[in-house]
């Protein structure tokens, strides 16, 4: 079974930078991509960015240049490191992880950006 934890969420203001971790936890096959999707209120849940085990990654256009995911993969740990943080990031984060087969989430952390 596996479980992931998130941390690092919270209010921000506008111009700010805030950094989520998630670890995970159980049966972690080596081959897997992590990622952080987050879900606005009356939004559908989309994604931010991913990264692979082998470290290729991918961001959501909005995000491109201020946010940067990183991996830790003796500690089957995935970070999302968001500068110059906007009001229109506020949302729910969560964490993914993508195994063969089987698709895990996170509990969600609030990250919260005022103007």
């Known amino acids: 079974q596996v479980q992931l934890v998130e941390s690092g969420g919270g209010l921000v203001q506008a111009g700010g930078s805030l950094r989520l971790s998630c670890a995970a936890s159980?049966?972690?096959?080596?081959?897997?991509?992590m990622g952080w999707y987050r879900q606005a209120p009356g939004k559908q849940r989309e994604s931010v960015a991913t990264?692979?085990?082998?470290?290729?990654?991918n961001y959501a256009d909005s995000v491109k240049g201020r946010f940067t995911i990183s991996r830790d993969n003796a500690k089957n740990t995935v970070y999302l490191q968001m500068n110059s943080l906007k009001p229109e990031d506020t949302a729910v984060y969560y964490c993914?992880?993508?195994?063969?087969?089987?698709?895990?989430w996170g509990q969600g952390t609030q990250v919260t950006v005022s103007s």
């Open positions: 993914q992880i993508a195994l063969p087969g089987i698709r895990v």
């Open positions: 159980g049966s972690i096959f080596s081959i897997n991509v």
């Open positions: 990264i692979t085990s082998g470290g290729l990654t």
